[in-house]
């Protein structure tokens, strides 16, 4: 399996983008998928996941109500749409595919990561 994030970039604070994370190798249907981040100076933290059978959502209290995960299965593709971002946002963001949870060592396959900076 692999995957490839992408959709990072520079923005202010209060604005938007939206991830991508591609997924070949195998049936995209068959994994939780999940993204985390770091950022600098810190351990790599859970942000976000969607679970593999049930659809259901769920988010780190620090991104809820400002995050969304969300999967298209035509394009075997995995999002993350922020908004509202800010400062504290700012580090590099991983996609991942595996068990589901919020730990990373459900996950056996990790994206290649893609910075997300926002200016205050």
């Known amino acids: 399996v692999q995957l490839q994030a992408c959709g990072g970039g520079l923005v202010q604070a209060g604005g938007s983008l939206r991830l991508s994370c591609g997924v070949s190798?195998?049936?995209?249907?068959?994994?939780?998928m999940a993204w985390f981040r770091r950022a600098p100076g810190k351990e790599r933290e859970f942000v976000a996941v969607m679970h593999w059978i049930s659809r259901n959502t769920y988010y780190a209290d620090s991104v809820k109500g400002r995050f969304t995960i969300f999967r298209d299965h035509i394009k075997n593709t995995v999002y993350l749409q922020m908004n509202i971002l800010k400062p504290e946002d700012t580090a590099v963001y991983y996609c991942?595919?595996?068990?589901?949870?919020?730990?990373?060592?459900?996950?056996?396959?990790w994206g290649q990561g893609t910075q997300v900076t926002v200016s205050s």
């Open positions: 991942a595919a595996g068990s589901g949870g919020r730990d990373d060592s459900n996950y056996d396959y």
């Open positions: 190798g195998r049936p995209f249907s068959s994994y939780s």
